[in-house]
């Protein structure tokens, strides 16, 4: 059987993407997205996670763009002040979330997959092993329906290709759908847009279908 997950991305960064995030639930394939906590429209996305309750929630887990850049570095001292901070922050946006949700997340993953950088990743794994909490990377993972540097990736024809190829077994496709709205200051805007019609098309809810494929949740693992 193949089983996937559809996971977008950067639920709460702004009310365009929240509401993007959730038409494309409601009306589209996706059944899972994921929160940053620190984010502007954080609260405003929890509120509708909550009228949206089959939607499942992780942690859309960040930092810094400098302590990002900072963490690739070698030079020991500096990444270890950093390994601690952000553990620290991993560990405070846990709590952030269990305050705004009132439970711990369905999922971990990261911005830039901050979660899977050799310097951080077995800590977080740790922790969702002891949490039993499942993370991104855990099954197979589809990274190829993103719009840069074409958008021809977020195209109706190449989502139809990605769910033919789709392997045995359980995978996640991550997504950024949204709309665009007044508080939205992303590179990746238009695209946003792109990824909402297609990820809501009529043609890819028959294509899954027709593939037999079982759109799940991380709630049903």
């Known amino acids: 059987m193949k089983r996937l997950i559809v996971n977008a991305d950067d639920f ?9 995030i959730v038409k494309a639930h409601r009306d589209g394939i996706v059944t899972s997205t994921s929160l940053m906590v620190n984010s502007k429209a ?17 942690l859309h887990f960040q ?3 400098d302590d990002f850049t900072a963490l690739w570095q070698t030079k020991r001292v500096i990444a270890s002040v950093l390994i601690e901070k952000t553990k620290k922050e991993f560990l405070n946006q846990i709590d952030a979330f269990n305050k705004l949700v009132g439970m711990l997340p369905d999922h971990i993953d990261g911005h830039h997959h901050i979660h899977k950088m050799p310097r951080i ?4 794994r740790k922790w969702c092993k002891e949490n039993y909490i499942p993370y991104r990377g855990q ?12 958008m021809e990736a977020i195209s109706i024809a190449n989502l139809v290709k990605i769910l033919n190829s789709l392997p045995e077994g359980t995978s996640e496709l991550m997504c950024h759908p949204g709309i665009l709205s007044a508080d939205l200051k992303s590179s990746y ?19 899954v279908k027709n593939l037999r494929i079982k759109l799940i949740n991380w709630k049903d693992l």
């Open 189 to 207: 805007s238009e695209q946003r847009e792109l990824e909402l019609k297609t990820l809501t098309s009529q043609r890819i809810a028959q294509e």
């Open 139 to 150: 099954i197979n993972f589809i990274n190829s329906f993103f719009g840069m540097p074409s």
């Open 63 to 65: 930092i810094e763009d």
């Open 12 to 20: 709460g960064y702004s009310n365009g993407i929240n509401e993007g």
């Open 42 to 58: 954080a609260l405003h996305g929890v509120r509708l996670a909550k009228q949206n309750p089959k939607l499942s929630l992780g």
């Open 121 to 124: 990743y077995p800590f977080i």
